[in-house]
């Protein structure tokens, strides 16, 4: 079943919430983000998945793949996660909470997975992604 991301939307407050953590770099990203058509981000509002992916692929253009990994890292750090999350120890323990982490995040209409799981054995696992932003995003966020 395919996944209409276009009706999903992500709060205001996260998104700012992840730029903020650019301290002093902050300030050219969101200049960068005004002269490219991106509106000026509200915290009490919610902002359509597509908006996200057009500030993802800005940066990208602007200043390379290394950024986006960046906000992938400290989109991991901000995201909300169910408070077992203190528990656990290995990532083959947190690593299926995932999904439930993107489904608390981004507010979505439809029962659908986005994040795919499976331990092989205690040193590997196969992970897949279907969400709609960029690998190098996803990477730094499961690193």
């Known amino acids: 079943m395919n996944h209409n991301y ?7 407050k996260l998104i700012l919430n992840v730029l903020e953590s650019f301290g002093f770099y902050n300030e050219w990203i969101t200049k960068t983000f005004h002269m490219h058509g991106i509106p000026e981000i509200n915290t009490h509002k919610d902002y359509s998945i597509s908006v996200c992916i ?16 960046k906000l992938g890292l400290e989109t991991s750090k901000i995201y909300k996660l169910p408070s077992t999350y203190n528990q ?3 990532p083959h323990e947190i690593l299926p909470f995932l999904d439930y982490a993107y489904k608390l995040n981004i507010k979505t209409y439809e029962d659908h997975s986005f994040y795919y799981y499976e331990k092989l ?6 992970f897949r992604s279907s969400t709609p932003f960029q690998c190098e995003f996803e990477k730094g966020f499961i690193t």
């Open 121 to 126: 054995n205690d040193q590997q696992a196969v």
């Open 88 to 90: 656990f120890k290995n």
């Open 6 to 12: 276009q009706e999903d939307k992500v709060p205001g």
């Open 54 to 69: 057009q500030m993802l692929e800005v940066l990208k253009k602007e200043s390379g793949t290394n950024t986006i990994f």
